[in-house]
């Protein structure tokens, strides 16, 4: 079974208005974290927002937030008034047990399109 | 202040040759990855070094890839006897200790092997 699953493999959305991009996960530890990072043509991937499993609260930075459901292994990113900057893939990645399994796993990945 | 930085931005080289891509992670980070990013896929992990050792390398997909980070800064991966399914971007990142999440990348290597 796929560790992260990114259903949506491209999106399309009007400049101003929120948009959710989906994101579940499979591990049977109960310690890990979720990550979202950004990577815009130039390449680079940016961190954007972490949510740990133990976390109480949505994790929010600033226009990103994450809708953590655990129950149901999913963490949707939410990105509130997109703009045209927002165009870009987005993958979710997850780190699997405590401190010391490092590796990250990556989805395949959401190409989001901001529309003027 | 500076973030990763990955040299060089894009690699050519004919099949069979050998290629060291390098990175430089953000000053004081101690742990350093290295990712694979093949065309239409999200980047898959490679190698993980903390300080100077090798961590965990199973995701090197066979004895031709190689990395070192001698003295716990800069790494770099070595390619021998690239083949045309080496071509990838090659990713670097860094955070600060084995006791932090957040892992910061570099903008990455394009290797094309012809």
């Known amino acids: 079974a796929q560790k992260i699953t990114q259903t949506q493999p491209g999106m399309f959305v009007q400049e101003k208005e929120a948009v959710t991009l989906d994101c579940t996960y499979d591990t049977s530890d109960p310690s890990y974290g979720l990550f979202w990072y950004k990577q815009p043509s130039s390449g680079e991937m940016i961190f954007l927002i972490y949510?740990?499993?133990?976390?109480?609260q949505n994790a929010t930075e600033g226009r990103y937030s994450l809708n953590f459901q655990k129950a149901r292994k999913s963490a949707n990113l939410v990105i509130s008034a997109s703009q045209l900057g927002d165009s870009a893939m987005y993958f979710c990645?997850?780190?699997?047990?405590?401190?010391?399994?490092?590796?990250?796993?990556f989805g395949t990945g959401t190409r989001l399109t901001i529309i003027p | 202040g500076a973030g990763v930085s990955q040299t060089p931005s894009n690699k050519v080289t004919e099949k069979g040759k050998y290629v060291e891509l390098r990175c430089d992670p953000i000053s004081g980070h101690t742990a350093l990855y290295w990712y694979r990013q093949s065309l239409g896929q999200g980047p898959e992990f490679l190698i993980y070094?903390?300080?100077?050792?090798?961590?965990?390398d199973s995701g090197l997909p066979n004895d031709r890839f190689f990395a070192v980070r001698p003295e716990g800064s800069v790494s770099t991966l070595k390619i021998q006897r690239t083949e045309r399914g080496d071509s990838a971007v090659y990713l670097c990142?860094?955070?600060?200790?084995?006791?932090?999440?957040?892992?910061?990348f570099g903008p990455g290597t394009r290797l094309t092997v012809l």
């Open positions: 070094f903390q300080g100077t050792g090798a961590a965990d």
């Open positions: 990645a997850m780190r699997e047990g405590r401190f010391g399994n490092e590796k990250l796993t």
């Open positions: 949510q740990g499993s133990y976390d109480q």
């Open positions: 990142a860094s955070k600060t200790s084995a006791y932090t999440d957040t892992q910061y």
